[in-house]
Structures are given as structure tokens and as C-alpha cells.
């Protein structure tokens, strides 16, 4: 069994649980179209699906390492697996550092900033596209979640100062 096998299991299990957990919330009076649970709810069955692709790419390729008639499939070297874990901590680092500034910082200008981590953190290189992009997509999510879909975001302290 390969890693993709395994962790599309476990993130299928925790994405299943965080399903129950969010179609579990209570519904309240003041609830609107959408409810308390909907995008948690949405989250889950998107993650759901993501675990199962994952699970499904790890099979294809656990088959075809097998089909080849390699006794033993390569594996990577423990240095290559550790800089991989290194690179997904990173980005979980910066999805915790997205959830500590949001309240403060706000949505748009949250959400710019985690654009700009993100690419700088995989390109490991600031070109000069990134701040426009950064800013039509805060504001492109603005109006998607905001505008179209009616769901609050937190304003942060902006409002204080304007």
C-alpha cells in the first residue's frame, strides 16, 4: 500500500466525522437559506470527494507498479519523504496563520495576505504578478461569499478606522 492509499483513508474518515459534526448543528430561527451547517456540511463532501480521488490515484498507481512486474516498487529516500512533510506543514502553518489574523486583519485583506504566502511558499520567488493577483482574488472572493452567496465575513478592525 502506497501513502496516497493511506492518507485518503484517514482524511476520508476525519471528513465523514466532520460531516456528522457540521449536519449536527442546530438550526436556528435566524437562520437563513443556506444555514449554520451548509458550507461545513460543503467542506465535508468536498473533502470526502478529494479523499476518495486521492485513494483512487493511489490505487491506479499501486496497480501499475505491480503490473509492471517489479518485485518491489521504488520507494523515496527518507530525506525526500521529510522535505515533503517539511512543505505540508508549511502550508498548514499558513492556513493557522490565515485563521489567527482573520478576525483582526478581516476577510480581503486576510485572504490577500494568504494568497501571497502561498504562492511565495511554493515558488519560493515574489514576481511581480503576485500583489494584483493577490488583490483581485481577495476581492473576487469578497464578492463570491459576501455579495453572492450572502455569507458574513469578519470586517476586521477596518471599519474602526474609516
Same mark, same amino acid.
Given at each position: 500500500m502506497n501513502r496516497d492509499i493511506v492518507c485518503g483513508c484517514g482524511t476520508f474518515v476525519f471528513a465523514v466525522a466532520y460531516y456528522l459534526t457540521a449536519a449536527a448543528i442546530p438550526e436556528s430561527m435566524l437562520a437563513d437559506a443556506v444555514g449554520p451547517q451548509g458550507l461545513p456540511e460543503a467542506y465535508g463532501i468536498a /473533502?470526502?470527494?478529494?479523499? !476518495?480521488? /486521492?485513494?483512487?490515484?493511489? !490505487?491506479?498507481?499501486?496497480?501499475?507498479?505491480?503490473?509492471?512486474?517489479?518485485?518491489?516498487?521504488q520507494a523515496k529516500s527518507g530525506r525526500r519523504d521529510w522535505e515533503d512533510a517539511r512543505r505540508a506543514f508549511g502550508m498548514l502553518a499558513l492556513g493557522a496563520g490565515y485563521v489567527v489574523i482573520l478576525p483582526w486583519a478581516g476577510y480581503v485583506v486576510s485572504i490577500a495576505l494568504l494568497i501571497v504566502a502561498v504562492a511565495w511558499y511554493q515558488e519560493r520567488a515574489f514576481m511581480r504578478w503576485l500583489v494584483p493577483t493577490a488583490i483581485a482574488g481577495a476581492l473576487g472572493f469578497w464578492v463570491i461569499f459576501v455579495e453572492v452567496l450572502e455569507i458574513a465575513e469578519p470586517a476586521g478592525l477596518w471599519p474602526h478606522f474609516i
Open positions: /473533502l470526502a470527494i478529494l479523499s !476518495l480521488l /486521492l485513494v483512487g490515484s493511489g !490505487l491506479m498507481k499501486w496497480r501499475k507498479e505491480h503490473a509492471d512486474g517489479a518485485d518491489a516498487p
